[in-house]
């Protein structure tokens, strides 16, 4: 049975002046080549945060579709949000994806067989990493890095951050400033995560320093938050599967957010059958 999964984030509460509301653009799905607007947003910033929700089709192409297009000018670096175990298969993929062992070996990961089935493994990320590769072949200065480091100590380290999820944001900042560090002057790093991760300033996360938005503030980075109304595969309580969505966004902030109007979303099953 599908189930109706309304997704309204209401507006920030963590008070850091000046507050704006976020501004709104729109990208036409059936016309993914058209993101004139989107990289006009981009053009004075050097790292973009997209926030999704996990399982849809469009917003991984709307991602590939902004590499695409800045890449044509500049360095870019993906950082996504996945674990740095999956980090040689990853290379391995995006430097040879022509190869079937390459892509048997990366879909063979834990996280893609038996863990993130949450729509973060879904056909439309794969899809979108051939499309990272496929970039590289043609000649574009681009890499992809995976966001969340596995620490040693892994109880240890989630207690010190507080918490598992204050823990993986600060490694998702983490990695986009030292990418960031050591980069070209003009490079720019476009971080693709979920959109509790990307969100700035929402008070259920200021005690932890904040999501990865906050915590790489001084980087002035551009946040992009699609918004629209379809369906998702993903795991809510309800149980994993295809989901009604209705993502509605009200967003203020003293970063630059904005928030991305999208034609359509329509869900995208797991790469690999569960």
Sequence with gaps: MRT????CLVT???MIPPMASAQRLSWDATNPGNISPVINAIQDHHSVIIGEMHGTTETPELAAQIVAAASTTRPVIVGLERTSDETTALEAYVAHPDQPATRATLLAGDS???GMTDGRSSEAMLRMITTLAELKAKGADT???TLIRIP???PAAFAAAGGPQAYGDQSMADVIRENLHTAAGNALFVAYMGNLHALPALDMKATHGGSVSDRVRDLHPLVLLPEGKGQAWNCPSQGCGIHDLDM???ERSSLDVRVVEMSRLTASKPAVPH
């Design 4 to 7: 109706t999964v309304t997704a």
């Design 12 to 14: 920030a509460l963590l």
């Design 112 to 114: 893609w067989s038996k």
């Design 143 to 145: 890499k992809v890095v």
């Design 152 to 154: 040693v100590d892994m």
């Design 248 to 250: 509605k966004l009200d």
